[in-house]
């Protein structure tokens, strides 16, 4: 027997060292077997320290059952009072829905004849209230849109009908509205000025079409109630004209009004945004500022020309009427070339007054060749300016995309102007080398005239 039992000693040896050393592995603080008999010694504490645990788990699993069925109990207690508390809403709710039917019923039959005014009713003072929130009349008459939002509220939640005088106070302020339309009135506001102050002055409506004050247009701002002038003001005219209105007391004046809406006007609007000639003459920048500097030389040059030729045409005028040649004038030049030359020969005279006529005419003619390079390089700069700006345009299309029209349409007409500007140049300047070209083409008319009248006296005097 003690060879047999030696056998399964060594065999549970066998088994369970590898236990021990994984054990060992995961708790090196354990203490280590140094026999056969203290192994088994502790295989027994081993399984003693188990059993204790597993009891110790069994306990806390029946407590956490114990704990999750009362829970369970707790949650069907509290849905069974939800479902009960749900039924008596339902029919808390039917009651209700069967209350309102019979209410409605009986408003619908106290109504009567009376429901299809009451919706006009309803929709006449929705328009009622959004034409005076937006009416300068109401610059005039603050707060008459109050009792509209009050009298809508409680028409829309069919609480209660509307009495008789609030009826006729809706009709007071249509008929209100209608006639102070026709109206020009005066009355004193706060006005904001294009500074930013505060102003205390007298305004001057003219119907729902425009305010004016100080001989300046304002603008109304229905959000705020208040009145402000415009950043720009139209021209001086339009403004003089303004003025004089809200100084006259009686009788008729002339003045400027914008029809086109009744909070201040998209016309006038559209007519202060619009740049004057001043602002499009500085769109043109550098390009444009070139074109003008030309087109003024241009203008100087041929008011010069004509001051000058007007000089020349008053003397030749002077030498015709006189027998004696003078030399302060072209004519007088020339008819001392005949007069000193009479021994000559026709030919040869008709050579000397001819050639005298070509010393003449560099003086008369100085300046028209400048005059007609200007006509024709002007309008040439004016599309050196397009096709710059609108490489910029471009460009910027090309950064920003085309979401705003408005930009590119300004930027396109920024580049307009200096081909306006270049014909603007080109044109008059034109006309006065045609104007200034015909003055100096009479005096060398005159010249010839008279050369081909000495040539002819000389040849029928030999």
Same mark, same amino acid.
């Given at each position: 027997?003690?060879?047999?039992?030696?056998?399964?000693?060594?065999?549970?040896?066998?088994?369970?060292?590898?236990?021990?050393?994984?054990?060992?592995?995961?708790?090196?603080?354990?203490?280590?077997?140094?026999?056969?008999?203290?192994?088994?010694?502790?295989?027994?504490?081993?399984?003693?320290?188990?059993?204790?645990?597993?009891?110790? @788990?069994?306990?806390?699993?029946?407590?956490?059952?114990?704990?999750?069925?009362?829970?369970?109990?707790?949650?069907?207690?509290?849905? /069974?009072?939800?479902?009960?508390?749900?039924?008596?809403?339902?029919?808390?709710? $039917?009651?209700?829905?069967?209350?309102? /039917?019979?209410?409605?019923?009986?408003?619908?039959?106290?109504?009567?004849?009376?429901?299809?005014?009451?919706?006009?009713?309803?929709?006449?003072?929705?328009?009622?209230?959004?034409?005076?929130?937006?009416?300068?009349?109401?610059?005039?008459?603050?707060?008459?849109?109050?009792?509209?939002?009050?009298?809508?509220?409680?028409?829309?939640?069919?609480?209660?009908?509307?009495?008789?005088?609030?009826?006729?106070?809706? %009709? !007071?302020?249509?008929?209100?509205?209608?006639?102070?339309?026709? @109206?020009?009135?005066?009355?004193?506001?706060?006005?904001?000025?294009?500074?930013?102050?505060?102003?205390?002055?007298?305004?001057?409506?003219?119907?729902?079409?425009?305010?004016?004050?100080?001989?300046? !247009?304002?603008? !109304?701002?229905?959000?705020?109630?208040?009145?402000?002038?415009?950043?720009?003001?139209?021209?001086?005219?339009?403004?003089?004209?303004?003025?004089?209105?809200?100084?006259?007391?009686?009788?008729?004046?002339?003045? $400027?009004?914008?029809?086109?809406?009744?909070?201040?006007?998209?016309?006038? /609007?559209?007519?202060?945004?619009?740049?004057? %000639?001043?602002?499009?003459?500085?769109?043109?920048?550098?390009?444009? !500022?070139?074109?003008?500097?030309?087109?003024?030389?241009?203008?100087?040059?041929?008011? %010069?020309?004509?001051?000058?030729?007007?000089?020349?045409?008053?003397?030749?005028?002077?030498?015709?009427?006189?027998?004696?040649?003078?030399?302060?004038?072209?004519?007088?030049?020339?008819?001392?070339?005949?007069?000193?030359?009479?021994?000559?020969?026709?030919?040869?005279?008709?050579?000397?007054?001819?050639?005298?006529?070509?010393?003449?005419?560099?003086?008369?003619?100085?300046?028209?060749?400048?005059?007609?390079?200007?006509?024709?390089?002007?309008?040439?700069?004016?599309?050196?300016?397009?096709?710059?700006?609108?490489?910029?345009?471009?460009?910027?299309?090309?950064?920003?995309?085309?979401?705003?029209?408005?930009?590119?349409?300004?930027?396109?007409?920024?580049?307009?102007?200096?081909?306006?500007?270049?014909?603007?140049?080109?044109?008059?300047?034109?006309?006065?080398?045609?104007?200034?070209?015909?003055?100096?083409?009479?005096?060398?008319?005159?010249?010839?005239?008279?050369?081909?009248?000495?040539? /002819?006296?000389?040849?029928?005097?030999?």
């Amino acid at each position: 027997m003690k060879p047999l039992l030696l056998i399964r000693v060594l065999l549970c040896s066998t088994l369970l060292l590898p236990l021990a050393a994984a054990v060992q592995a995961q708790e090196p603080q354990q203490p280590q077997a140094a026999s056969l008999d203290e192994l088994l010694q502790l295989v027994k504490e081993a399984r003693v320290a188990e059993s204790r645990e597993q009891a110790a @788990r069994e306990a806390e699993f029946k407590r956490d059952k114990a704990q999750r069925a009362k829970l369970l109990q707790q949650a069907q207690a509290i849905r /069974a009072a939800a479902e009960q508390r749900s039924e008596q809403l339902e029919k808390a709710f $039917a009651d209700n829905e069967r209350q309102i /039917a019979a209410l409605q019923e009986q408003l619908q039959n106290r109504l009567g004849s009376l429901k299809e005014m009451f919706g006009h009713l309803t929709a006449a003072a929705g328009d009622a209230r959004t034409t005076l929130n937006h009416s300068l009349v109401s610059a005039q008459y603050p707060g008459r849109t109050a009792f509209l939002d009050e009298l809508i509220e409680r028409m829309s939640g069919n609480t209660r009908l509307p009495s008789l005088s609030e009826i006729e106070r809706l %009709w !007071y302020e249509i008929e209100r509205e209608m006639i102070e339309g026709g @109206r020009v009135a005066s009355f004193p506001a706060t006005v904001v000025k294009a500074d930013g102050e505060q102003a205390r002055q007298q305004v001057v409506r003219v119907g729902v079409f425009n305010l004016l004050s100080d001989g300046a !247009y304002l603008s !109304y701002r229905p959000e705020s109630g208040t009145l402000a002038e415009l950043a720009r003001q139209p021209g001086g005219a339009v403004t003089r004209a303004a003025g004089q209105l809200q100084a006259s007391s009686e009788g008729f004046t002339r003045t $400027a009004i914008d029809p086109t809406g009744p909070s201040g006007g998209a016309l006038l /609007a559209a007519l202060v945004d619009s740049p004057s %000639w001043l602002e499009r003459w500085h769109q043109g920048g550098s390009i444009g !500022y070139l074109i003008t500097a030309v087109g003024l030389a241009a203008l100087l040059l041929a008011l %010069w020309r004509l001051l000058v030729l007007a000089g020349v045409s008053r003397r030749v005028n002077t030498q015709l009427a006189s027998d004696s040649p003078s030399g302060d004038n072209p004519l007088g030049r020339v008819l001392k070339i005949g007069q000193d030359n009479r021994a000559m020969d026709a030919e040869s005279l008709e050579l000397k007054l001819h050639e005298q006529v070509l010393k003449e005419r560099p003086a008369i003619e100085a300046g028209l060749n400048l005059l007609k390079i200007i006509a024709m390089v002007a309008p040439l700069m004016g599309l050196l300016g397009t096709v710059t700006g609108m490489i910029v345009t471009f460009q910027s299309i090309t950064l920003f995309g085309t979401g705003d029209p408005k930009t590119m349409a300004g930027g396109i007409s920024a580049a307009l102007v200096t081909t306006v500007l270049g014909l603007c140049v080109a044109i008059p300047v034109v006309l006065l080398h045609t104007f200034v070209n015909s003055r100096a083409q009479r005096v060398l008319h005159i010249l010839e005239e008279q050369t081909a009248g000495i040539v /002819a006296e000389q040849a029928e005097a030999r």
